[in-house]
């Protein structure tokens, strides 16, 4: 099976740091954002020579760029279009696109609710559904979807992201029930507090007190748990916990 790996969100943070891991790796790699220009400069920085052709950008080394809105499902779905057409079928798909809105239930708007719940969940069902079409025509994928420890354990002011967060566990495991016998794997990676753009404006003095490992993690961290599962051919339906242990004092 060919190594062509699609990460959405995969111009910062976390799905950066992925994309970066899985070049060094020797796969083809899609970086997928919201923003084309922000999608390319991080191809750049990985170390890949492009040229622009049409809506995406491409390399010859099999690389591909793509500016994509998941919580659009047509916009999913040309997407994956443009996959094909260009490198091949994904045969893994990391989902690393999200947002957060924290506010209160109360002092949340509507449309904070619904932007969340529709880009860290339904967009990657929309994902997972386009690519397994390309997995189980090739009998054999997997699918990393990106949670948060906030899913499982909850948070004040973080009630609709939590939702969304553990929303995707029961996807994933249902998924991974589903498509096990195509020898398509589905797990989840559940970050805790990691240096990204989401947890810029948090304390840590005050957080790294209550983390075993006594620090924050790194997206880099994170890259490696995901690249883990990516190339673990028997394991599915799992939730790994990346959190320096922060799971144990709350």
């Known amino acids: 099976m060919s190594k062509i790996c699609a990460v959405f969100g995969g111009s910062r943070g976390i799905g950066k740091a992925v994309a970066k891991l899985l070049v060094q790796r020797d796969y083809r ?16 920085e990985i170390g890949v020579i492009w040229c622009v052709e049409q809506a995406c950008t491409f390399c010859h080394t099999g690389h591909l760029a793509l500016g994509c809105d998941v919580a659009k499902e047509q916009d ?31 002092r949340t708007k509507t449309e904070d609710i619904l932007s969340q719940i529709s880009i860290n969940l339904i967009g990657s069902m929309y994902t997972c559904k386009a690519a397994l079409r390309g997995m189980v025509q090739q009998h054999g994928g997997a699918i990393v979807n990106i949670g948060s420890i906030v899913g499982h354990k909850g948070n004040a002011g973080q009630s609709v992201y939590s939702a969304s967060k553990e929303g995707l566990v029961g996807f994933s495991k249902s998924l991974a029930k589903e498509v096990g016998r195509k020898n398509v794997c589905v797990n989840m990676v559940a970050p805790g507090f990691i240096h990204t753009d989401m947890t810029s404006g948090v304390e840590e003095t005050s957080v790294d007190q209550n983390i ?8 880099e961290d994170v890259a490696q748990a995901v690249t883990f599962l990516l190339r673990s051919p028997y394991i599915t339906g799992h939730v790994l916990v990346v959190d320096g242990g922060l799971q144990l004092q709350i």
């Open 29 to 44: 790699v899609v970086v997928i954002s919201r923003n084309l220009d922000v999608a390319k400069a991080t191809t750049e």
């Open 76 to 106: 999913v779905q040309r997407t994956f279009q443009e996959i094909v057409k260009n490198v091949g079928n994904v045969n893994y798909l990391v989902n690393a696109a999200g947002i957060n809105r924290d506010a209160l239930l109360l």
């Open 212 to 219: 075993p490992l006594g620090r924050f993690g790194e997206a």
